[in-house]
Nanobody
Framework: QAQLVQSGGGLVQPGGSLRLSCTAS????????IGWFRQAPGKEREGISC????????YYADSVKGRFTVSRDSASNTVYLQMNSLQPDDTGVYYC??????????????????WGQGTQVTVSL
């Protein structure tokens, strides 16, 4: 059974950076598509970035393009979300997700079965 454990997050000032980690057990992330999602208070969970296992499809939401970058480290079975130039609108709970999607046509939270526990990111002075 897949287990995803997240780390990182916290409080950062506008313009700052954070890196979120998502480490898997029970599955090998090299073989899974990965999604990163965030949920702001009172809002639906939105797709930030989704990518297939071979990175043939990599999606970034318009709101984070050029600021957020996803990566994967096979040795540690971990995926990362590097977030730069953070703004108050980036505040929310961030989740990683994994599933066996061979291709992606969207980055929607309804399409994913294995989830991390979520981590809070707060961007504020």
């Amino acid at each position: 059974q897949a287990q995803l454990v997240q780390s990182g997050g916290g409080l950062v000032q506008p313009g700052g950076s954070l890196r979120l980690s998502c480490t898997a057990s029970g599955i090998t992330l090299d073989s899974y598509a990965i999604g990163w999602f965030r949920q702001a208070p009172g809002k639906e969970r939105e797709g930030i970035s989704c990518f297939t296992s071979n990175f043939a499809t990599t999606y970034y939401a318009d709101s984070v393009k050029g600021r957020f970058t996803v990566s994967r480290d096979s040795a540690s079975n971990t995926v990362y979300l590097q977030m730069n130039s953070l703004q108050p609108d980036d505040t929310g709970v961030y989740y990683c997700a994994a599933d066996r999607h061979s291709f992606l046509i969207r980055c929607n939270s309804r399409d994913w079965r294995s989830w991390g526990q979520g981590t809070q990111v707060t961007v504020s002075l």
